[in-house]
């Protein structure tokens, strides 16, 4: 469709998932996207949309990527890894890496935009969280902790820059089909056994078994950046909906309480 106030995006790991159907909607409305990825050969291209290789635990890598696509309206920082073990005994490199695409990453690419946004008067930063932003769960730990960072950081970034007439929209996805590669997997001591095994599955009690299909995530990222009027925190999927509403209405120990009865979780 034709748009008023057509933009130029940047989505950050769009090789697949969510970051490659939000190009695909996003190229679908009339805007110009730069679809990114750390090998780019796998997204295809097609009017609208092109595609860069960026690496965002690179310096390098964003400071080539910048400057061979020229100014942008708004960043789309998707890119991110996913871990999970035992806190216990989970590597402190796999941590920092994680740290590093999930929360540096997005840190990285708005320390260069916002400069000259900040002079320009506009900008939008979409920033993609995940329920696990809001509510740790137990063998997720290292992803929770990122993306928890990533909160922290979009919030203090809204206070700071919408002065400036920068957004910044935090996504909160539930469980989306396609989801995330699955990622690094430390088993831990194996005193933590009857743990995973009774955590195994309850993705699927959480959805129904049913997950938000990519295309809808994609929509709702999209509608984020064409509606100015949008809040700082956008949920996707119904799983994402029930949790975040339980968990701020109830305390530590009811929140808790509810997901042992809903999981069957008696560890």
Not at 56 to 68: H, N, Y
Not at 144 to 156: C, D, P
Not at 214 to 236: G, M, Y
């Amino acid at each position: 469709m034709a748009l008023d106030d057509p933009k130029r995006i940047l989505i950050t790991g769009a090789g697949r998932a969510i970051g490659l159907a939000t190009a695909h909607e996003l190229s679908s409305r009339g805007h110009e996207v730069i679809a990114t990825a750390r090998d780019s050969s796998v997204i295809d291209e097609r009017p609208g949309l092109r595609a860069h290789d960026l690496d965002v635990t690179d310096p390098a890598s964003i400071d080539r990527c910048l400057s061979a696509v020229g100014p942008l309206d708004v960043i789309v920082n998707n890119a991110a890894s996913s871990a999970g073990g035992p806190l216990e005994s989970f590597p402190i490199d796999a941590m920092r890496h994680m740290l590093e695409t999930n929360t540096i990453g997005p840190l990285r690419m708005v320390q260069a935009v916002a400069p000259s946004w900040r002079e320009r008067g506009s900008g939008v930063i979409v920033n993609i969280s995940s329920v696990q932003g809001a509510v740790g769960s137990p063998l997720d730990g290292p992803y929770s902790t990122t993306k928890f960072a990533l909160e922290g950081l979009s919030e203090s970034l809204h206070y700071e820059l919408a002065h400036f007439g920068i957004r910044v929209v935090i996504v909160q996805p539930g469980y989306i089909a396609p989801g995330m590669k699955r990622g690094l997997r430390v088993p831990g001591p194996s005193v933590y056994d009857e743990l995973r095994r009774q955590w195994e599955g309850t993705d699927d009690v959480v959805t129904d078994g049913g997950r938000t299909p990519v295309e809808e995530a994609a929509r709702v990222i999209a509608d984020a950046i064409d509606d100015p009027t949008t809040p700082l925190r956008v949920r996707i999927g119904p799983d994402a909906e029930m949790v975040l509403d339980a968990r701020r209405q109830l305390d530590d120990g009811a929140f808790e309480a509810a997901m042992r009865e809903v999981l069957g979780l008696t560890w």
